[in-house]
């Protein structure tokens, strides 16, 4: 069973930085990909990062030159660097392994 858990969450005013992690923990047969999703009251849950195995990585538009995520393969976490933080980055995020598992996803609150 894999088990994915995010940290690093907070509240912070606008312009500011945080780093959330999101630890794997479990039987994991392949690295394919971690993508870093969030969620806001009402609306689905949408993918603003990823990175793949190979170490290539994506960013949704919203959040491209702000958000940066890498891993550490020694301590299977992955990391998703937020900067310059807006109220509009308010929201939950989570980390989803392989397309399949989900972490519980830790609380962004950005004020202005």
């Known amino acids: 069973q894999v088990q994915l858990v995010e940290s690093g969450g907070g509240a912070v005013q606008a312009g500011g930085s945080l780093r959330l992690s999101c630890a794997a923990s479990?039987?994991?047969?392949?690295?394919?990909?971690m993508g870093w999703y969030r969620q806001t009251p009402g609306k689905e849950r949408e993918l603003v990062a990823s990175i793949t195995g190979a170490g290539s990585t994506n960013y949704a538009d919203s959040v491209k030159g702000r958000f940066t995520v890498s891993r550490d393969n020694t301590k299977n976490t992955v990391y998703l660097q937020i900067d310059s933080l807006k109220p509009e980055d308010t929201a939950v995020y989570y980390c989803?392994?392989?397309?399949?598992?989900w972490g519980q996803g830790t609380q962004v609150t950005v004020s202005s």
């Open positions: 479990g039987t994991i047969f392949r690295f394919i990909v």
């Open positions: 989803r392994l392989n397309y399949q598992y």
